[in-house]
């Protein structure tokens, strides 16, 4: 601050040497800075998870439809239920929920990325490349903790993407994620941002397993087959994406189906009594590959985010390098 002020008062440089000179300053006090330090992994997180979510919402939204259409015995067509949304809400409503999705990213994407990094951090050993358990404790630990911080935004999520599915007299009809959550406390109290949480953070752990657990073994394997670089990048995401696609959609469906229920309205029962009655449940109707119900169009969602989440994270990382943070 002292050389920015001198700077002003004894001189008559341009403009742009003096923002410069701020922008230096301000690098040098975040560089220094120790909750730089600590937040870096979780800002790292966030930012590479809400540009995922950008590109990958709309499939999101039919991704959601299709399971909620299952339960109810609708359509399960992605196709079809593409048509219908375009039909009943236009573009428009391929994006309902953004800003949940976006808020759901900032806690839960930043918190799972930047623990996990943490967490690997602590349980390396100088010299020794990580045994895969390691990993996959690392993994299944930030998962967790990052979904129940991360549930409140998420239960938002599923409600305005679903609202427009009920009947016009049972319709939430929120505004946005901010009138979501305080509509939530005040009428289920600060427990009802929690419902469904067990099912969120078992689905966390199942697709921070699949896409951090196997994004770090697929990079090692790959660079000892001697790709690197990009490719190495790129070959690593696409196969931690099948992999968290694959283990996360049967605690996906459980979750979607518990956090969208609603009491009856004449006895006041929920149709289920928790995430392993709704299972159980969905079994009976449809068999155990009910749980997979719209694996495609949930690989198409999850695969792609965990695709352009890891190389958004491996760029972002990058930039802090080349700002010298």
């Known amino acids: 601050l002292a050389q920015v002020s001198f700077f002003i008062l004894s001189s008559s440089s341009s403009e742009a040497e003096l923002a410069g000179l701020v922008v230096s300053c ?16 979780f ?46 809400d ?11 999705g976006l808020t759901r990213q900032v806690f839960y994407t930043g918190a799972r990325l930047g623990l996990y990094d943490i967490f690997t951090e602590a349980a390396k050993t100088p010299g020794e ?28 999520l599923i409600r305005m993407q679903a609202d427009t599915m009920l009947p016009e007299a049972e319709r939430r009809n929120y505004r946005g994620v901010g009138h979501a959550l305080t509509s939530t406390v005040r009428d289920e109290g600060v ?21 951090l657990g196997f994004n770090s073994l697929s990079k090692d394997l790959l660079k000892d087959c001697g790709v690197t670089g990009p490719a190495q990048v790129f070959g690593a995401s696409a196969i931690a994406g099948f992999f968290a696609s694959f283990f996360s959609l049967p605690f996906d469906y459980v979750k979607t189906q518990v956090q969208k229920m609603k009491p009856d309205p004449v006895t006041g029962e929920v149709p289920f009594k928790g995430p392993i009655d709704c299972a159980m449940q969905q079994v009976k109707i449809g068999g155990i590959t009910r749980l997979w119900t719209g694996f495609p169009t949930y690989y198409v969602r999850i695969a792609p985010h965990a695709m352009i989440t890891l190389i958004a994270q491996d760029q972002v990382k990058k930039l802090w390098g080349t700002l010298g943070l």
Do not use: H
């Not at 990580?130 to 938002?156: E, H, Q, R, Y």
């Not at 427990?191 to 896409?211: D, E, I, Q, S, Y």
């Open 26 to 41: 301000f690098l040098s006090f975040v560089k220094m800075s120790d909750a730089w330090k600590a937040a870096k992994p």
């Open 90 to 100: 236009g573009v428009a409503g391929m994006y309902k929920g953004l800003s949940a």
């Open 43 to 88: 800002v790292t997180g966030s930012l590479s998870g809400c540009f995922a979510t950008c590109c990958i919402q709309p499939i999101d939204m039919v991704k959601v439809r299709i399971q909620l259409g299952a339960a109810e015995g609708g359509s399960t067509n992605p196709i079809e239920v593409t048509k219908k949304l375009l039909k009943e």
């Open 129 to 156: 490349k990580m045994p895969f358990w390691k990993t996959t404790v690392c993994a299944l630990t930030a998962g967790g903790l990052a979904a129940v911080i991360g549930n409140p935004a998420d239960l938002s």
């Open 191 to 211: 427990a009802g941002l929690f419902k469904g949480a067990v099912p969120t953070a078992t689905r966390a752990m199942a697709l921070n397993f699949g896409m």
